[in-house]
Each structure stands twice: as C-alpha cells, then as structure tokens.
C-alpha cells in the first residue's frame, strides 16, 4: 500500500501523510528489561529466550486490504517449544529451508485494536526463504485478528488501526 495515503485523524483532527500497513511489537508481551541481564536470556530482532525456558520468533500476521493488491501486517511474536525454536535457529540461513513444516506457537504480542486479547492465540509458524520473516497464520477462530487474516480489511479498517495506535486509549493532540 502506498504510504502517500494519508488520512484525517478523528482522535486529534490532524492529517496525517502516510497511512501506516505495517506495524511492530519490539518483543514479546511476556518480556521485561530486567531480563536483558538475566543468564539464559536474550532480545534480538528475530528471535527472545526468557530464562532458558521460553523461546520466541517473530513474524509476520498479513492481512490482504480487500480491493487492492496491498497487505497490511503486524510483526508479532510468538512462542515456540525449545525443539523448535532450536531446529529454526539451525536454519536461518539454509536455502530451502521454507520446505520445512510450521511450526506450532502461541501468539506472544499484545495487539490493543482488538478485543478480546490476542495473547495466546494458537498459531502455525511458517518458514520462508531467508531472508524473510516467517508467516504467522492464526488459527481459524472468531477471534477478530482470525476473521481479518481470513476475510481481510478495507482501507477504512487501516485507518481505525492507525488511529488506535497513535491513539491507544483515544486521547486526542
């Protein structure tokens, strides 16, 4: 989607130049700084260990822009068993590593649009080529995240997304 859509802010009345499609989460939603320092624990772009005993990827949750060729996406994090978080890690950087099956993960991102919370949503991991994040598909519930990755979202559903996040609890400028 062209970042040159700009919109008119309900919130604060402004206007604003580009209209965002792609929103991150620095990390996971059970991360806390004091951990940085913690043996057994790390925060990287791609990748977070707690304590050595939970572990994270990020990746992509898209959602198709119904009329238009766009995607709007979040980078989340979500969880996955030590195996597998192991086995991802020794592919980083293997060619044809997006043969490999997903892998299933708990969603780890606090995403405030939606209601209910989406911690904890089941998810399947997908591997792509290197050099791309993976693709985060949710299981097929009610939950609004779920019906948007089925569905999709109009440009008037990207707009209600920037404004709740420049926005989070509705205060206006």
């Not at 604060?12 to 940085?36: I, K, M, N, R, V």
């Not at 997006?98 to 969603?107: H, I, T, V």
């Amino acid at each position: 989607m062209t970042s040159a859509l700009g919109f008119t802010c309900s919130c604060c009345g402004q206007f604003h130049a580009e209209l965002p499609t792609h929103y991150a989460a620095a990390a996971p939603y059970y991360w806390d700084p004091s951990f940085a320092d913690a043996d057994g624990s790390l925060l990287s772009a791609d990748q977070c260990v707690i304590k050595a005993e939970h572990y994270f990827v990020k990746g992509l949750v898209e959602i198709p822009v119904i009329g238009s060729d766009d995607v709007f996406s979040w980078a989340v994090w979500t969880s996955l068993s030590r195996d597998n978080f192991a086995r991802s890690a020794d592919l980083r950087d293997a060619p044809g590593r997006e043969a490999e099956g997903p892998y299933f993960g708990w969603l780890a991102t606090e995403l405030s649009p939606y209601s209910p919370s989406t911690v904890n949503l089941k998810t399947h991991v997908h591997t792509r080529p290197v050099g791309q994040r993976p693709f985060i598909e949710l299981e097929p519930t009610d939950h609004p995240l779920a019906v948007e990755q089925r569905n999709g979202i109009t440009l008037d559903r990207v707009r209600d997304i920037a404004e709740a996040v420049l926005h989070p609890t509705g205060e206006s400028a």
